[in-house]
């Protein structure tokens, strides 16, 4: 894989974390918090549509690479402004690139 120029790293993302409390009711109630503020370049992928809940959903596929770090994980997500990111994978964590690319979904209403 090639080294993105540094340049290319122009957005702003915020890396968040769930944390999870109970809600009384034997549920859960999820919130998501930030604990990063990064430069990134976001990269589509590839595009689809589904239908979920009985509507029609559109989904993203994005390769997104950071600096390295070693605390992201897929139990986590990124947001760029209103967009938020699934984190599926974070690959080459323990390569000796600097960079590690994340591979997420973004879905669109």
């Known amino acids: ?7 290319n790293l122009r957005r702003r993302v915020a ?4 944390t999870r409390t109970a809600d009384g009711g034997g549920g859960v109630a999820v919130t998501w918090s930030s ?11 590839s595009g689809a549509e589904a239908v979920i809940a009985e509507g ?22 990124l947001r760029y ?15 000796p690139d600097p960079f590690i690319r994340i591979q997420a979904e973004e879905r669109l209403q």
């Open 1 to 7: 894989m090639s080294t993105p120029a540094i340049g």
């Open 15 to 18: 890396i968040e974390s769930a």
């Open 81 to 95: 402004g209103a967009r938020i990111f699934t984190i599926w994978a974070v690959l080459d964590r323990d390569g």
């Open 35 to 45: 604990m990063a503020t990064v430069w990134a370049e976001i990269k589509a992928l």
């Open 56 to 77: 029609l959903q559109g989904k993203v596929t994005h390769e997104i690479i950071i600096r390295k770090r070693m605390d992201v994980s897929p139990a986590m997500r």
